[in-house]
């Protein structure tokens, strides 16, 4: 039969021209998909063999085979799968017939027809697009295939110019190869991609390819000089060719086996090298799924936290594989935000590799699969809290921050957030030190306490001197320790545990409603009343500094101490939205006066004596000064304090 010419199809010819006209830089992944299609071509003739064993006409050792040839500048795929007759070829290389394909083109219409100046090169990035990726790096492409049990091998070859031809040929296995005539750019010493070089193409196997279920072989060749029997090379001996076929893929990914195959050893191996985890995982998720979506799952919670995990250029993610074959390498939205930390990989039959990475990121299968993953994560941290504590603080201390702006950003990350991580959060706290959740602190709470009390500050030693813990310590009333600035962020995020709200003791009233506190704070109305003038003024002599003096009712031993509004932000809240430079949130202080202290009756007398004195407003100076150091802020004129100080000592 003579050579026969066929116009492609016209959205076939607008995608190819899509390809070659596009500078999409990914060009390697073409040799993916073209092993994949090879792949899924032997899985085809093996499923027929299943019920017709002549098929496979003795050939039974399935193989992919790569030939780089720098002499005629190709690269050639062979593999001994199902191969196409004529009809075939015409139908699945000359048409568009798969959805991903055709949804991609859609895509694209429909974007320009929104805006003009959409990037073709940009959109066509975010594709893999099977077959005619090959033509990003061809000049020509030439397949030549036999159907399995057929005896007519065809020809097929196009330089993507709108048409293609076909001619009878002679095979003689079974199967297809796939002939890549190179673009000049991609061939020789000198290109930027050589993809003629075997150590190139072995590499991109690996890369991509390692998982796939058939050995992909290529013919290695060097030049050796001879050895004598011991072994030692020839001296002046002319060197000799040697070549060796070796297969370039392991095969056998690891998650595909079962669970009780697989040691801990070859766990921990798997993620150092697919991952460069430096140290053992702290904990392996190997699961596999067959309800609606099929996948498995290999995940681990790698030893440390990754130096740069808070920081935006940190990029989470986990690799996506469909049947072994490689798909992305970090997919965002498999896990929420929270669990940004881990690491591993997906592998779904049901996950359409000729399909956009955003569409196939918002694909319903992928939420599943999100959605489970997620689950039990979750499940095995509740359960390490519950059953080894050890483990989990060290987990906490970790990645407790992940979790805390989990819920902190709980907007974002889905409304139930809230309560998927509200037991999994801990916090140091004033009773023995020991880090505590908010169960235990509830279970253990006094019946007269009605609140959840916290303290925020930069270390715990700051903490223990904040004027304000005494008051609660003296009625054994636990204090937790917020000591970064997201913890207080997330308190606020939860509300509320069990019906108990959270209360700074830095901020606005501390709520105390025992028959003593009651009292307590009657005497301080009254003070504060007797007191009106001398507290307005100090008020006057501060200035903007602050937003109210109070008379104190939660102060013991210390003079004064400085807390904030209940409505508005807190200091330390302040303090972040500063060291964020966004000074835009400022906290409503309060400066409040411990009425009990000689400190007070000295105010008192120095008011007496006029509130324009100097004594008066150096006095008043000073003790904000004072309520700023045990905040851990610094006063505004640190050498002017000072002084002053150094005065009054002198006096
Ligand atoms: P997809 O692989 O998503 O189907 P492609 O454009 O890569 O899309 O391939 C189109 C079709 O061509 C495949 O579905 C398959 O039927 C056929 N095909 C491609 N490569 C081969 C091959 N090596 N052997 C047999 N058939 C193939």
């Not at 071509?41 to 027929?48: C, G, L, P, S, T």
């Not at 027809?113 to 893999?128: L, P, S, Y």
């Not at 290529?218 to 072994?231: A, I, L, S």
């Not at 807190?570 to 009425?595: V, W």
């Amino acid at each position: 039969m003579a050579k026969e010419t066929h116009a492609f199809q016209a959205e076939t010819k607008q995608l190819l021209d899509l390809m070659i006209h596009s500078i999409y830089t990914n060009h390697e992944i073409f040799l993916r998909e073209l092993i994949s299609n090879a792949s899924d071509a032997i899985d085809k003739v093996h499923y027929e063999s299943l019920t017709n064993h002549d098929i496979l006409e003795g050939d039974e050792d399935y193989e992919i085979f790569l030939v780089p040839d720098k002499d005629s500048h190709t690269l050639t795929i062979s593999d001994n799968g199902i191969g196409m007759n004529k009809d075939e070829l015409i139908e699945n290389i000359g048409t568009i017939a798969k959805s991903g394909t055709k949804a991609f083109l859609e895509q694209l219409k429909k974007a320009k027809e929104e805006n003009a100046a959409v990037d073709d090169k940009e959109m066509i990035g975010q594709f893999g697009v099977g077959f005619y990726s090959a033509f990003m790096v061809a000049e020509k492409v030439t397949i030549v295939t036999r159907k399995a049990g057929e005896q007519q091998a065809w020809r097929w070859e196009s330089t993507a110019d709108g048409s293609y031809t076909l001619e009878e040929c002679e095979k003689e296995k079974r199967g297809t190869t796939i002939t890549i005539q190179l673009g000049k750019e991609f061939y020789g010493d000198d290109a930027e991609e050589n993809f003629t070089d075997t150590y190139k193409i072995e590499g991109l196997v690996k890369k991509y390819s390692d998982y796939v279920r058939y050995p992909i072989k290529m013919n290695f060749t060097w030049e050796e000089t001879p050895k004598d029997k011991d072994g030692k090379p020839i001296e002046g001996a002319e060197k000799v060719q040697k070549s060796e076929v070796r297969t370039l893929n392991s095969m056998q990914p690891l998650w595909a086996k079962n669970k009780s195959e697989v040691k801990d050893e070859e766990y921990n191996e798997f993620f150092k090298q697919q991952f460069h985890e430096w140290e053992d995982p702290m904990e392996v998720f190997h699961t596999k799924a067959e309800g609606t979506v099929e996948y498995t799952a290999l995940l681990a919670i790698p030893a440390k936290a990754p130096f740069n995990l808070y920081h935006t250029d940190y990029e989470p993610g986990l690799q996506l594989y469909s049947r072994h074959v490689f798909i992305m390498d970090k997919c965002k939205d498999l896990l929420p935000n929270y669990l940004g930390f881990m690491k591993g990989l997906v592998d779904s039959p049901d996950l359409s590799l000729n399909i956009s990475r955003e569409l196939l990121q918002q694909s319903r299968e992928l939420k599943t699969i999100g959605r489970a993953l997620e689950k039990n994560i979750l499940k095995t941290l509740g359960k390490k809290l519950k059953n080894q504590r050890e483990w989990y603080e060290k987990f906490w201390n970790e990645y407790g921050k992940s979790l805390k702006i989990g819920i902190y950003n709980s907007i974002y990350e889905g409304s139930d957030t809230v309560d998927k991580l509200k037991d999994l959060i801990l916090f140091m706290s004033s009773k023995d030190e020991k880090l505590v959740t908010l169960k235990e602190y509830v279970e253990r709470m006094p019946e007269s306490q009605k609140k959840i009390y916290y303290a925020t500050a930069k270390d715990k030693e700051t903490i223990e001197h904040l004027p304000q813990l005494e008051t609660l310590k003296d009625k054994g009333y636990e204090v937790l320790y917020l000591l970064d600035p997201v913890d207080e962020f997330c308190v606020e995020t939860i509300r509320e545990y069990e019906g108990k709200s959270f209360q700074s003791i830095s901020r606005g009233d501390l709520d105390l409603d025992d028959a003593e506190s009651q009292e307590v704070k009657k005497e301080t109305e009254e003070i504060q009343k007797d007191n009106g003038d001398l507290l307005k003024d100090i008020k006057d002599v501060l200035g903007d500094k602050v937003a109210e003096v109070k008379v104190s009712a939660r102060l013991k031993s210390s003079a004064v101490c400085l807390v904030a509004d209940a409505n508005g932000p807190s200091l330390s809240m302040e303090q972040t939205f500063q060291g964020m430079d966004n000074p835009m949130f400022k906290a409503k202080r309060i400066l409040e006066i411990n009425p009990h202290h000689q400190l007070f009756q000295r105010l008192q007398q120095l008011h007496e004596g006029g509130k324009d004195s100097q004594e008066f407003k150096d006095y008043c100076g000073l003790l904000y000064s004072q309520a700023l150091l045990m905040e851990g802020m610094l006063p505004d004129n640190p050498v002017e304090l000072a002084q002053k100080l150094a005065q009054l000592m002198a006096k």
